[in-house]
T-cell receptor, first 115, second 113 residues
Framework: QQQVKQSPQSLIVQKGGIPIINCAYE??????FPWYQQFPGKGPALLIA?????SEKKEGRFTISFNKSAKQFSLHIMDSQPGDSATYFC??????????????FGKGTKLSVKP | KAGVTQTPRYLIKTRGQQVTLSCSPI?????VSWYQQTPGQGLQFLFE???????NKGNFPGRFSGRQFSNSRSEMNVSTLELGDSALYLC????????????FGQGTRLTVV
């Protein structure tokens, strides 16, 4: 119940394409869903996050779509660039009455954007 | 504003030894969490500290411990190292335990031989 399942494991797209990474969860108590981007040799960097009260959030070329009833959320990268090649992690956490719980991460998606 | 600083960046230790890793959070951040990252298990939560108190602990053996100092800097310790402890250890800081935004350091790459 505490898992976050992420797919696909790896993804190759051409420059300008729109890669989509999907995550699913079971625990309905999750209320915060961030996405992290990690380059080799670096720590994960917070990209964008969403809460269950909205169905979509955009920040620059990154969009999160959230489907509360299906317990799924996804990351779309518009006009992808070779510099977007990285590993992407979805995550989730629970708000325990104002005290935020730890992040539970998906297994990651290695994205490669070909020039 | 400086980010999360972890030292050292790389460590090689022998089985049975112990190791201490250090994390300095972003200035003004008082909550520090530790995560272990391995190719097989991914990112797994170790523990979280706020105001020098452990608030939350993941499912790791007692060989893994941590502490936080009054200046919010944190250390984690692994005793009696095993080969399976080889991993990237990541520290994340947040303003406080109510805050959702967690910012990660570059990690400490621990290799146990």
């Amino acid at each position: 119940q505490q898992q976050v399942k992420q797919s696909p494991q790896s993804l190759i797209v051409q420059k300008g394409g729109i890669p989509i990474i999907n995550c699913a969860y079971e625990n309905t108590a999750f209320d915060y869903f961030p996405w992290y981007q990690q380059f080799p040799g670096k720590g994960p960097a917070l990209l964008i996050a969403i809460r269950p009260d909205v169905s979509e959030k955009k920040e620059g070329r990154f969009t999160i779509s959230f489907n509360k009833s299906a317990k799924q959320f996804s990351l779309h990268i518009m006009d992808s660039q070779p510099g977007d090649s990285a590993t992407y992690f979805c995550a989730a956490s629970i708000d325990y009455g104002g005290s935020q719980g730890n992040l539970i991460f998906g297994k990651g998606t290695k994205l490669s954007v070909k020039p | 504003k400086a980010g999360v600083t972890q030292t050292p960046r790389y460590l090689i230790k022998t089985r049975g030894q112990q190791v201490t890793l250090s994390c300095s959070p972003i200035s003004g951040h008082r909550s520090v969490s530790w995560y272990q990252q391995t190719p097989g298990q991914g990112l797994q939560f170790l523990f979280e500290y706020f105001s020098e108190t452990q608030r939350n602990k993941g499912n790791f053996p007692g060989r893994f411990s941590g502490r936080q100092f009054s200046n919010s800097r944190s250390e984690m310790n692994v005793s009696t190292l095993e080969l399976g402890d080889s991993a990237l250890y990541l520290c994340a800081s947040s303003r406080d335990y109510t805050n959702t935004e967690a910012f990660f350091g570059q990690g400490t790459r621990l290799t146990v031989v």
